[in-house]
Nanobody, 121 residues
């Protein structure tokens, strides 16, 4: 079955770029019609959707983060990645990757376990 796992540095300096990778197994990120998402949860707060890359490579971002966010993929490795630029301590959070259907109102069906990222000098 589908498994997702986040990886990347746990510490990032302010003003730098946060980079994370989600490795997918048990299913292809190019299979119609799934969408691959990045979601984060700051300490004591709720989940915040950041953006998505669809099976065809199209991307969409949260309006609040669009100017700083980029999602890309490496289909040969069955991975998709997140880059969040100009980070501040307010970007400290647990970061998740998750899958949902591209069309319809279904919820996320598979999640990674999450990875803690702390922004600090």
């Amino acid at each position: 079955q589908v498994q997702l796992q986040e990886s990347g540095p746990g510490l990032v300096k302010p003003s730098q770029t946060l980079s994370l990778t989600c490795t997918v197994s048990g299913g292809s990120i190019t299979t119609s019609s799934y969408a691959w998402n990045w979601i984060r949860q700051p300490p004591g707060k709720g989940l915040e959707w950041m953006g998505v890359i669809a099976y065809d490579g199209s991307t969409y971002y949260s309006p609040a983060l669009r100017s700083r966010t980029s999602i890309s993929r490496d289909t040969s490795k069955n991975q998709f990645s997140l880059q969040l630029s100009s980070v501040t301590p307010e970007d400290t959070a647990v970061y998740y990757c998750a899958r949902r259907q591209w069309l319809g109102n279904d919820e996320y069906d598979y999640w990674g376990q999450g990875t803690q990222v702390t922004v600090s000098s």
